[in-house]
């Protein structure tokens, strides 16, 4: 974090990326429509599904 660098990942493993970042930013249609930290992006089941189009309980998804 003291170095300011910022990566952009794609990728529906919310698991394997929740910890690898401070910040999360979801787009739809290349607008933001969410930014949060990984634990609220883990724990939100609607945005998980309604955004990302994932579902708890699949690899991948925290349960």
Sequence with gaps: M?????????DKDVAAVAPLADCFVVLQKGRVAWVGG??????DAGLLHGMLGVRRGRKGVPT
Excluded: D, K, P, T
């Design 2 to 10: 003291a170095l300011g660098l910022s990566i952009g990942v794609v």
């Design 38 to 43: 990984g634990a609220s992006l883990s724990a």
